[in-house]
């Protein structure tokens, strides 16, 4: 292991150690272990902020010793999204789970609020909210119909999520921060609506990253951001991390032992297979709704590479939008002329969406800090130095 990488290793795992319940603990990205999955350039950021105008805000709630959640908000742009909406598209990998709103997103191809990702009995407060906001907003005086967009991944082995904590004040909180926090950056691991999730065992929570095409290929730019709180046998660049750590899907069965899903009592061992993920893909290409459902499904493939079988009770749900805002839809258009990419265009996109969505899922392990929440549950962080000794191992990282 180089120097550098030892230092920002032992300095992560003291910050973990002495503050395990605080966002704000350096733990590195991917990239900073040189994990870098595929052949294309990231961004300035390597976030999903990377295309142009697309803002990220986040309200991360702590409380007490079982309150362990939050709403994250994903703006295509600052502006009024109703009175200039984006093409847009849905889909659903494997539909155990609630995304408000997906059934018009798919009808009429376009997306008319910001994207909100919480907990799984949270998502009708939190749309209530958003319809709030959205009738507020200057323009929308007239407006009787709104179709607020908001997804989930279930937190409840950490967070009270009977309380249903998220609340209005906390959605415009989220929606705020985005048009007023630095731009481009972008919180990760254990905050928003990734306080309180799980992913192949260890802590998960938000991540993100970003792709940029070379000037022969249009230029254009792709990011992706995931909310992680699924399963499988991870696996990191190749690398099979989850089997090295002992900690993988099956592992259980395979061994003979007794298995608890929601309760862990003596002798029985936790199965972290199911869950969920969100995944959020905005682009700068001119891209038509039905681009986007193709791009979107090719996230799925990004999932798996980080060794999800995407099982039964695991919701996959992808979000893709365009930004071009030459294509952006206004309230009062009849008539609309609009450019798109050509199907033996997109290519190129597929392959960033899942370079993209694979190395977030990895943003969102490698940042996540560990937490303790509801009836004293903890989650342990993915452990970075034995995870770097089997990435070296196996020739995963730089």
Do not use: C
């Not at 870098?36 to 709630?61: C, F, M, R, S, Y």
């Not at 991540?207 to 990011?223: D, E, F, M, Q």
């Not at 050509?342 to 370079?355: H, I, R, T, Y």
Request: zero cysteines; hydrophobic letters at 40%.
């Amino acid at each position: 292991m180089s120097s550098s990488i030892k230092t920002i290793v032992a300095f992560s795992l003291l910050l973990t150690v002495m503050f395990p319940q605080t966002n704000s603990a350096p733990r590195p990205r991917a990239r900073d272990l040189g994990v870098v999955p595929g052949i294309l350039p990231t961004g300035k950021h390597n976030a999903i902020t990377d295309v142009e105008g697309v803002l990220v805000g986040q309200t991360t709630l702590i409380k007490g010793s079982d309150i362990r959640t939050g709403v994250t908000a994903i703006l295509p742009h600052g502006g009024n999204l109703f009175q200039e909406k984006v093409p847009a598209a849905v889909h659903i990998g494997n539909a155990f789970g609630k995304l408000a709103g997906s059934t018009q997103v798919n009808e009429l191809g376009e997306l008319e609020t910001p994207i909100l990702l919480t907990n799984t009995l949270n998502v009708p407060r939190v749309a209530d909210a958003l319809i709030d906001w959205m009738l507020a907003l200057p323009g929308n005086e007239q407006v009787r119909s709104v179709n607020p967009l908001v997804g989930e991944t279930n937190d409840g082995f950490l967070n009270d999520i009977r309380g249903r904590h998220v609340g209005r004040d906390d959605v415009f909180a989220a929606l705020k921060s985005a048009q007023s926090d630095k731009p481009g950056e972008v919180a990760e691991g254990s905050v928003g609506a990734g306080t309180g999730t799980v992913a192949f065992g260890w802590k998960g929570g938000i991540g993100t990253s970003s792709r940029v095409l070379p000037a022969n290929l249009g230029s254009y730019t792709l990011g992706v951001l995931v909310q992680s709180n699924f399963g499988g046998v991870l696996t990191i660049n190749g690398a099979p991390v989850g089997r090295e750590l002992g900690k993988f899907y099956l592992k259980e069965q395979l061994e003979g032992r007794r298995i608890g899903k929601t309760q862990n009592p003596e002798n029985v061992v936790m199965d972290w297979a199911d869950g969920s993920i969100m995944m959020v893909v905005a682009t700068d290409a001119p891209l038509d709704h039905r681009n986007l459902r193709r791009l979107a499904e090719r996230a799925m493939l990004g999932l798996a590479r980080t060794g999800s079988p995407s099982t039964n009770g695991s919701g996959d749900y992808v979000i893709a939008f365009s930004t071009a805002k030459q294509n952006r839809i206004r309230a009062s258009d009849s008539l609309r002329t609009t450019q798109t990419l050509g199907n033996d265009a997109m290519s190129p996109l597929f392959q960033a969406v899942v370079e993209a969505t694979e190395e977030a899922i990895y943003n969102s392990l490698f940042r996540a800090t560990t937490v303790t929440g509801r009836n004293g549950n903890t989650v342990e962080a993915l452990p970075i130095e034995k995870t770097v000794e089997i990435l070296k191992k196996y020739g995963a990282a730089r």
